[in-house]
């Protein structure tokens, strides 16, 4: 049973132009969604993140949304650069048995056309 | 933030074999985690490595297979056993940044079994 989904594979588009990546969850216990991007033969680095009280976290040309009674939330980057082709996971955080833990999903393949 | 070195970064076994996968963290963490990336799937929790105590394990993931080593605090071993096919994967670990509620991942270990 996957609790943190990202339905979109890949996603393509022209620079200048604003990225959306999706990203759904089952579990009402997340307390935190952070995103992250990688790189080929590297690992994730983290990129933003909104704790669950929020519904919105900006940080330069990236913005996540959070709407908690849809269980959805997006990463916005705009505008969209070249560099920012990568893979973008999507993770979320709950605490079990006293130890927190991270759950991903399988991320997207975002690619920014010059 | 704290950087991780992680090696090999990838290697071919045989299968029957065993790898054991190395992480040197620039900093003293408590807790240092494992991570499984199969082809086309999330990133999937292996265990959760503690300095002093043995290593606590997710579902689908027992000691005999996955070995680990915690030796001290910033220093942590995974050995994949009896390798198959099927544990053809990249290996990560990580570490949190509880200020920033962060996970930091080295580059990850590609291995192929064939």
């Known amino acids: 049973d996957q609790q943190v989904k990202q339905n979109s594979p890949s996603l393509s588009v022209q620079e200048g132009r604003i990225s959306i990546l999706n990203c759904d969850y089952t579990?009402?216990?997340?307390?935190?969604f952070l995103w992250y991007k990688k790189y080929p033969a590297e690992g994730p680095t983290f990129l933003i993140s909104?704790?669950?009280?929020?519904d919105k976290n900006e940080d330069g040309r990236f913005t996540v949304f959070l709407n908690k009674s849809a269980k959805h939330l997006s990463l916005h980057i705009v505008p969209s650069q070249p560099g920012d082709s990568a893979v973008y996971f999507c993770a979320a955080r709950w605490t079990q048995g006293g130890s927190e833990k991270l759950v991903f999903g399988k991320g997207t393949k975002l690619t920014v056309n010059p | 933030s704290a950087v991780i070195s992680q090696k090999p970064s990838r290697d071919i076994c045989q299968r029957g074999t065993s790898l054991t996968i190395q992480c040197q963290v620039d900093s003293q963490v408590t807790m240092m985690f494992w991570y499984r990336q199969q082809p086309g799937q999330s990133l999937t929790l292996i265990a959760t490595a503690n300095q002093g105590s043995e290593a606590t394990y997710e579902s689908g993931f027992v000691i005999d297979k996955f070995p680990i080593s915690r030796p001290n605090l910033t220093f942590s071993t995974l050995t994949v056993s009896n390798m198959s096919p099927e544990d053809s994967s990249i290996y990560l670990c990580?570490?949190?940044?509880?200020?920033?509620?962060?996970?930091?991942f080295g580059q990850g270990t590609r291995l192929t079994v064939v």
């Open positions: 579990n009402s216990m997340f307390d935190y």
């Open positions: 909104i704790s669950s009280i929020k």
């Open positions: 990580s570490v949190e940044d509880r200020m920033n509620t962060e996970a930091f």
